[in-house]
């Protein structure tokens, strides 16, 4: 492909092509910060190319695609080819990564021990990861946590955060421009930019950590917490899982082994604030 | 062409040695595009190999072990619905080349069940697989038609829990195609492997995979469809698989899938003009993975649907396809 870049995030390491320089040029200067792996043999292939011949130069529209692919995907306009580009490696994770059970989760770490955080979209799990992440925590990921089948650690996936809607102001307001990504407004989830995660973030993204505490939270109700069975949390993990089913017994047995052994809530909280209390309070109390 | 690389790395897989990183992004892309990553994961197995390869390598033997332990259990399943029925159920492809322990279903990538059953135990077997959970995945009733009236096979069914299609065949080829393989023929000589289960005799498995690739389709996937073939013939004994081929109307594809075999996967063969057009069409891959030379593969395409029905009918059925907005990629 025309442009390309190869990109390294934690365990993964990406070859991204596209048929247009924007994208590409988006994912240099925002991740510049991570190991510099040109010419390393990668891990998947993504593609960002035009639906159709005509659509590289009339009104772009990119099919976002690779090693793995669904046919369906809903095709994106160039102006979102950042998005596009992140939506292209979170499928090849999604529908390829075998090393690690996948949990479509955030997580953040604070000696040595991990918080783990899942919820649907729009839950809130990642602007409180990307909040907790200027706090004293280290941001690990706010996509994708990897449980390690044999140790039962989570490992970092630390890939760019993107904040949705209203979280886009808490968020800048706390971290500043510069290490804000373009303002794409008006996708099919509303409007996003991305922020890069801290340095220190970037620079210890190979190293894991035991999870010691796992957050259903719930953002945009009042504050509540309330405790939640392990047979309902094992469900609602395998739901979260797009690699459970294909990794077997191995994942059946992690998994398990996570759900005995770590604390878990659920949080209703109506500001990041509100939630950052709320996660405080429970770290000191079960962690 | 990465799919010149590939074939390469599949006849020589010493030659991975070699490779750079560009090389092995480029091999690696277009073995995953062509579903031969499994089948390369095993003939790498003893091969020196970069450390960034081998969890790649590793994790394409494991989804193959998986997809030949689920495509098991749904043949099991199948054999179980029909229980009772005193119908022959018998395993084709990916399958059938698993439960009978065959090189070509080592790593191979299994997608569907595909089994051949007699043309007059249909009606019995469609009830059976509907009351065991199957159900229509095609909505449209043009769809449906089509495949009733015209076709080889019933519309796909897909079970309702376990979210795995079912290809029920009663030939092999379109009934609208110019050859007409005995069917009864190949089930009359299916063998039996285990459980209720049959496979098609060595000389037939080569002859189904030959027409279902030379015969009848647009070379999708066709270098995958070549290695089955590749390593089914050493199987089979010369002269009888002729005789047999002959029998099925597919005596030129057979020799013609024997040179292309041979020049792509094993020692060498003398081409004719017709195999390097179909050679360039099954190397059509690049190193992202991608179809290139669009323009042949389009004319494979065309010529897929020139050879399953007469123009008239092509032309009518096209035009419909198209109005619901199929278009071809």
Redesign the interface.
Known sequence: ?RHAITLRIGPA?F?I?SAWPQPIADLARLYTAYPDVR?????F?V?L?PTSLARRWVRPSIFIT???GLADAAPMSLAHGLLAAEMGMNLQMAL?W??HLLLHASSVEKDGRVLVMTGESGSGKSTLAALLGERGWRFMGDEFALLDMDSGAILPFPRLVSLKNRAIDVVTQAVGEARMGPLLAATAKGDIRHMVPRTDAVARMGEGGMPALLLFPRFGHDAAVRLVGQGEIFMRLTQASTNYV?L?EPAFTALTRFVANVPARAIDFPSGDDAIAMVDQLWEQLA | MSAALLVRTLRDPASAGALDADGWNRLLAAARAERLIGTLAYRLESIALPDAVWPILDDARRDSGREAQQALWEADRAAQALRGLDVKLILLKGAAYVAAGLRAGQGRFIGDLDILVPRDAMPAVERALIAAGWEWVKEDPYDDAYYRQWMHELPPMIHVERDRMIDVHHTILPLTARQAPDAGAMIADAVHITDGLYILSVEDRIVHSVAHMLADGDMQGGLRNLWDIYCLLPDADRATLEARATRHGLALHVRQARRLAGAIYGAGARLTLWDRLVRARLLARDGWGRESRKLLVFAFFVRSHWLRMPPLMLARHLFTKWRKGHRPQ
């Open positions: 492909m390491t070859r092509g010419g390393a043999i990668a891990d292939t593609r190319q690779g090693d793995h390829g075998r090393r294909a077997g």
